[in-house]
T-cell receptor
Framework: AQSVTQLGSHVSVSEGALVLLRCNYS??????LFWYVQYPNQGLQLLLK??????LVKGINGFEAEFKKSETSFHLTKPSAHMSDAAEYFC???????????FGAGTILRVKS | GAVVSQHPSRVICKSGTSVKIECRSL??????MFWYRQFPKQSLMLMAT?????????EQGVEKDKFLINHASLTLSTLTVTSAHPEDSSFYIC??????????????FGPGTRLTVL
Protein backbone atom coordinates (compact mmCIF):
# COMPACT_ATOMS: atom_id res chain seq x y z
CA ALA A 1 0.00 0.00 0.00
CA GLN A 2 1.09 3.52 -0.69
CA SER A 3 1.61 5.95 2.18
CA VAL A 4 3.14 9.35 2.80
CA THR A 5 4.91 10.65 5.88
CA GLN A 6 5.57 14.32 6.41
CA LEU A 7 8.05 14.97 9.17
CA GLY A 8 7.04 17.93 11.28
CA SER A 9 3.46 19.10 11.51
CA HIS A 10 4.71 22.66 12.02
CA VAL A 11 7.79 24.36 10.60
CA SER A 12 8.79 27.92 11.44
CA VAL A 13 11.37 29.91 9.50
CA SER A 14 12.43 33.52 9.33
CA GLU A 15 11.69 35.57 6.26
CA GLY A 16 14.55 35.11 3.81
CA ALA A 17 15.64 31.80 5.30
CA LEU A 18 15.69 28.41 3.60
CA VAL A 19 12.47 26.44 3.62
CA LEU A 20 12.74 22.65 3.89
CA LEU A 21 9.63 20.51 4.20
CA ARG A 22 10.22 16.80 4.40
CA CYS A 23 8.27 14.05 2.71
CA ASN A 24 8.93 10.33 2.62
CA TYR A 25 6.78 7.82 0.83
CA SER A 26 6.28 4.12 0.59
CA UNK A 27 5.09 2.65 -2.64
CA UNK A 28 5.18 -0.82 -4.07
CA UNK A 29 5.31 0.57 -7.59
CA UNK A 30 7.13 3.58 -9.09
CA UNK A 31 5.45 6.62 -7.62
CA UNK A 32 4.20 9.87 -8.93
CA LEU A 33 4.83 12.56 -6.31
CA PHE A 34 3.19 15.90 -5.67
CA TRP A 35 3.34 18.91 -3.42
CA TYR A 36 0.23 21.00 -2.87
CA VAL A 37 -0.30 24.22 -0.91
CA GLN A 38 -3.50 25.10 0.91
CA TYR A 39 -4.36 28.53 2.25
CA PRO A 40 -7.00 28.79 5.00
CA ASN A 41 -10.49 27.78 3.86
CA GLN A 42 -9.35 27.19 0.31
CA GLY A 43 -8.78 24.20 -1.91
CA LEU A 44 -5.43 22.80 -2.96
CA GLN A 45 -3.05 24.37 -5.43
CA LEU A 46 -0.44 22.23 -7.16
CA LEU A 47 3.09 23.46 -6.49
CA LEU A 48 4.97 20.84 -8.44
CA LYS A 49 4.96 17.19 -9.44
CA UNK A 50 7.30 14.40 -10.38
CA UNK A 51 6.13 11.75 -12.81
CA UNK A 52 9.11 10.78 -14.92
CA UNK A 53 12.36 12.27 -16.16
CA UNK A 54 14.51 14.74 -14.27
CA UNK A 55 14.47 14.09 -10.55
CA LEU A 56 14.85 17.75 -9.60
CA VAL A 57 11.53 19.38 -10.22
CA LYS A 58 10.89 23.11 -10.20
CA GLY A 59 7.49 24.48 -9.36
CA ILE A 60 5.68 27.72 -8.86
CA ASN A 61 6.61 30.47 -6.42
CA GLY A 62 10.28 29.44 -6.36
CA PHE A 63 9.73 26.00 -4.85
CA GLU A 64 11.52 22.89 -5.98
CA ALA A 65 11.72 19.26 -4.90
CA GLU A 66 14.03 16.37 -5.61
CA PHE A 67 12.94 12.78 -6.02
CA LYS A 68 15.46 10.50 -4.35
CA LYS A 69 14.54 6.92 -4.98
CA SER A 70 17.22 5.48 -2.70
CA GLU A 71 15.88 7.54 0.20
CA THR A 72 12.21 7.28 -0.83
CA SER A 73 12.03 11.02 -0.32
CA PHE A 74 10.60 14.05 -2.08
CA HIS A 75 11.53 17.01 0.10
CA LEU A 76 10.31 20.49 -0.79
CA THR A 77 12.68 23.44 -0.66
CA LYS A 78 12.74 27.15 -1.31
CA PRO A 79 15.94 29.16 -0.93
CA SER A 80 14.35 32.24 0.61
CA ALA A 81 11.05 32.27 2.47
CA HIS A 82 8.52 35.01 1.91
CA MET A 83 5.70 35.98 4.22
CA SER A 84 3.20 34.90 1.56
CA ASP A 85 4.55 31.34 1.77
CA ALA A 86 2.84 30.87 5.13
CA ALA A 87 0.30 28.11 4.48
CA GLU A 88 -0.19 24.38 4.86
CA TYR A 89 1.69 22.09 2.53
CA PHE A 90 0.69 18.56 1.58
CA CYS A 91 2.82 15.90 -0.04
CA UNK A 92 0.92 13.29 -2.02
CA UNK A 93 1.66 10.11 -3.94
CA UNK A 94 0.00 8.38 -6.82
CA UNK A 95 1.25 5.74 -9.18
CA UNK A 96 1.24 4.68 -12.81
CA UNK A 97 -2.05 3.12 -13.72
CA UNK A 98 -3.77 4.50 -10.66
CA UNK A 99 -5.70 7.71 -10.32
CA UNK A 100 -5.97 8.09 -6.58
CA UNK A 101 -3.93 10.48 -4.50
CA UNK A 102 -2.76 9.56 -1.03
CA PHE A 103 -1.93 12.58 1.08
CA GLY A 104 0.44 13.12 3.92
CA ALA A 105 -0.76 14.71 7.13
CA GLY A 106 0.39 18.16 6.08
CA THR A 107 2.95 20.64 7.37
CA ILE A 108 2.01 24.13 8.46
CA LEU A 109 4.69 26.62 7.48
CA ARG A 110 5.02 29.76 9.54
CA VAL A 111 7.20 32.61 8.30
CA LYS A 112 8.47 35.07 10.91
CA SER A 113 9.35 38.63 10.04
CA GLY B 1 -5.19 26.00 -16.29
CA ALA B 2 -8.16 23.81 -15.57
CA VAL B 3 -10.72 25.35 -13.23
CA VAL B 4 -13.00 23.52 -10.84
CA SER B 5 -15.71 25.29 -8.90
CA GLN B 6 -17.79 24.25 -5.92
CA HIS B 7 -21.10 25.54 -4.70
CA PRO B 8 -21.88 26.55 -2.08
CA SER B 9 -18.63 27.65 -0.50
CA ARG B 10 -20.19 27.56 2.93
CA VAL B 11 -23.40 26.02 4.27
CA ILE B 12 -24.97 25.78 7.70
CA CYS B 13 -27.83 23.40 8.23
CA LYS B 14 -29.87 21.83 10.99
CA SER B 15 -29.30 18.29 12.13
CA GLY B 16 -31.40 15.83 10.16
CA THR B 17 -31.56 17.83 6.96
CA SER B 18 -29.87 17.00 3.67
CA VAL B 19 -27.32 19.16 1.93
CA LYS B 20 -26.22 19.06 -1.70
CA ILE B 21 -22.80 20.25 -2.82
CA GLU B 22 -22.00 20.80 -6.48
CA CYS B 23 -18.66 20.38 -8.18
CA ARG B 24 -18.17 21.68 -11.69
CA SER B 25 -15.31 21.53 -14.15
CA LEU B 26 -15.56 24.87 -15.94
CA UNK B 27 -13.25 24.50 -18.89
CA UNK B 28 -12.72 20.80 -19.44
CA UNK B 29 -14.63 17.57 -19.45
CA UNK B 30 -14.00 15.59 -16.31
CA UNK B 31 -14.22 11.86 -16.83
CA UNK B 32 -13.47 11.29 -13.16
CA MET B 33 -14.32 13.30 -10.08
CA PHE B 34 -13.16 12.73 -6.55
CA TRP B 35 -14.66 13.79 -3.23
CA TYR B 36 -12.50 14.39 -0.18
CA ARG B 37 -13.26 15.29 3.39
CA GLN B 38 -10.92 17.30 5.56
CA PHE B 39 -11.47 17.60 9.29
CA PRO B 40 -9.87 20.51 11.16
CA LYS B 41 -6.10 20.27 11.33
CA GLN B 42 -6.13 17.00 9.40
CA SER B 43 -5.26 15.87 5.93
CA LEU B 44 -7.59 15.14 3.04
CA MET B 45 -9.25 11.77 3.09
CA LEU B 46 -10.68 10.38 -0.11
CA MET B 47 -14.35 9.54 0.26
CA ALA B 48 -15.25 8.33 -3.20
CA THR B 49 -14.33 8.28 -6.85
CA UNK B 50 -16.95 8.76 -9.53
CA UNK B 51 -16.81 8.26 -13.25
CA UNK B 52 -19.33 9.96 -15.49
CA UNK B 53 -22.40 7.85 -16.01
CA UNK B 54 -21.52 5.13 -13.53
CA UNK B 55 -21.89 4.51 -9.82
CA UNK B 56 -19.35 5.98 -7.47
CA UNK B 57 -16.73 3.83 -5.80
CA UNK B 58 -16.60 4.53 -2.08
CA GLU B 59 -13.60 4.16 0.16
CA GLN B 60 -13.73 1.80 3.08
CA GLY B 61 -15.67 3.21 5.97
CA VAL B 62 -17.64 5.76 3.94
CA GLU B 63 -21.39 5.17 4.03
CA LYS B 64 -22.72 5.22 0.49
CA ASP B 65 -26.30 5.72 1.65
CA LYS B 66 -25.32 8.76 3.65
CA PHE B 67 -23.06 10.39 1.10
CA LEU B 68 -24.84 10.19 -2.22
CA ILE B 69 -22.71 10.98 -5.23
CA ASN B 70 -24.02 11.66 -8.68
CA HIS B 71 -21.87 12.28 -11.74
CA ALA B 72 -24.49 12.74 -14.40
CA SER B 73 -22.44 14.79 -16.86
CA LEU B 74 -18.84 15.38 -17.79
CA THR B 75 -18.83 18.74 -16.03
CA LEU B 76 -20.92 18.18 -12.92
CA SER B 77 -20.81 15.96 -9.88
CA THR B 78 -22.90 16.36 -6.76
CA LEU B 79 -22.41 15.15 -3.21
CA THR B 80 -25.51 14.97 -1.05
CA VAL B 81 -25.06 14.55 2.67
CA THR B 82 -28.30 12.94 3.82
CA SER B 83 -29.68 13.36 7.32
CA ALA B 84 -26.68 15.40 8.34
CA HIS B 85 -25.44 15.32 11.91
CA PRO B 86 -22.92 17.52 13.72
CA GLU B 87 -20.19 14.92 13.21
CA ASP B 88 -20.57 15.44 9.45
CA SER B 89 -19.37 19.02 9.84
CA SER B 90 -16.22 19.24 7.78
CA PHE B 91 -14.54 20.80 4.78
CA TYR B 92 -15.52 18.93 1.61
CA ILE B 93 -13.25 19.25 -1.41
CA CYS B 94 -13.80 17.87 -4.87
CA UNK B 95 -11.31 17.34 -7.64
CA UNK B 96 -11.70 16.51 -11.29
CA UNK B 97 -9.53 14.87 -13.90
CA UNK B 98 -9.78 14.23 -17.60
CA UNK B 99 -8.59 11.10 -19.31
CA UNK B 100 -5.50 12.08 -21.25
CA UNK B 101 -4.45 8.65 -22.40
CA UNK B 102 -1.24 9.05 -20.46
CA UNK B 103 -0.01 7.25 -17.40
CA UNK B 104 -1.46 9.75 -14.97
CA UNK B 105 -4.42 12.07 -15.15
CA UNK B 106 -3.83 15.16 -13.03
CA UNK B 107 -6.47 16.13 -10.51
CA UNK B 108 -7.63 19.74 -10.34
CA PHE B 109 -9.12 20.80 -7.03
CA GLY B 110 -12.13 22.89 -6.22
CA PRO B 111 -12.04 25.58 -3.52
CA GLY B 112 -13.93 23.47 -1.01
CA THR B 113 -17.24 23.68 0.84
CA ARG B 114 -17.42 24.26 4.57
CA LEU B 115 -20.36 22.34 6.04
CA THR B 116 -21.53 23.11 9.55
CA VAL B 117 -24.33 21.03 11.00
CA LEU B 118 -26.01 22.49 14.05
Amino acid sequence: AQSVTQLGSHVSVSEGALVLLRCNYSSSVPPYLFWYVQYPNQGLQLLLKYTTGATLVKGINGFEAEFKKSETSFHLTKPSAHMSDAAEYFCAVSWKGGNKLVFGAGTILRVKS
Amino acid sequence: GAVVSQHPSRVICKSGTSVKIECRSLDFQATTMFWYRQFPKQSLMLMATSNEGSKATYEQGVEKDKFLINHASLTLSTLTVTSAHPEDSSFYICSASASSGGAYNEQFFGPGTRLTVL
